[in-house]
């Protein structure tokens, strides 16, 4: 297993424009976080998931994002009407609750700009 | 609500000089503290962590100790190399497995 891996890196969207990106976690771990970051800040909380069960959404996660991970693996998170606001580094990351190592582990992170 | 506040950058520093980056927290009863590291073109990296007062986390010979007199977890390394470039999170969490709320990041810079 390599880690968290999303996709796609880079995404460039016209105002307006739906964009979905995807969160492949490490394979034993059963929660997926939502972080996003803009230039010169850290990672924000957005939303996790334990199994496929979203527990916490944050109040920064508008009408117009939802996030799924339909059978506790993989996780998409989709931005509807995009805004130039939503210009960020969306980043995910996965723990395994319960286990000997608990700390988070990060994936390199969506780039998003919208034009 | 719970915070964390990082010293500003970017910091320049030569080869072998000492590192300190201040961090210092607000948060009720007893979080989880925690450094993590993004280098260029990297996603973050956990570098060291602390789970409960006057505990010592170390890694890559930085360290940092949890002081909830001051409320800080500043971060440390004798002698820094032009590898050690990248930029530092201070992160905590409440509870055992929380949701991380960072601070803004601080830039460091290693010359030859």
């Known amino acids: 297993d390599t880690g968290v891996s999303q996709d796609p890196r880079h995404k460039i969207t016209k105002r307006g424009q739906n964009v979905t990106f995807r969160c492949d976690p490490i394979s034993e771990h059963n929660r997926l976080y939502w972080y996003r970051q803009t230039l010169g800040q850290g990672p924000e909380f957005l939303t996790y998931?334990?199994?496929?069960?979203?527990?916490?959404k944050s109040r920064l996660l508008s009408d117009r994002f939802s996030a799924e991970r339909p059978k506790g693996s993989f996780s998409t998170l989709e931005i509807q009407r995009t805004e130039q606001g939503d210009s960020a580094m969306y980043l995910c990351a996965s723990s395994l609750v319960g286990g000997v190592r608990t700390e988070a582990f990060f994936g390199q992170g969506t780039r998003l700009t919208v034009v | 609500g719970d915070s964390v506040t990082q010293m500003e950058g970017p910091v320049t520093l030569s080869e072998e000089a000492f590192l300190t980056i201040n961090c210092t927290y607000t948060?009720?009863?007893?979080?989880?503290l925690f450094w993590y590291v993004q280098y260029p073109g990297e996603g973050l990296q956990l570098l060291l962590k602390a789970t409960k007062a006057d505990d010592k986390g170390s890694n890559k010979g930085f360290e940092a100790t949890y002081r909830k007199e001051t409320t800080s977890f500043h971060l440390e390394k004798g002698s820094v190399q032009v590898s050690d470039s990248a930029v530092y999170f201070c992160?905590?969490?409440?509870?055992?497995?929380?949701?991380?709320?960072f601070g803004k990041g601080t830039k460091l810079s290693v010359k030859p």
């Open positions: 948060a009720t009863g007893y979080p989880s």
């Open positions: 992160a905590l969490i409440k509870g055992s497995q929380g949701n991380l709320i």
């Open positions: 998931f334990q199994n496929e069960a979203q527990l916490e």
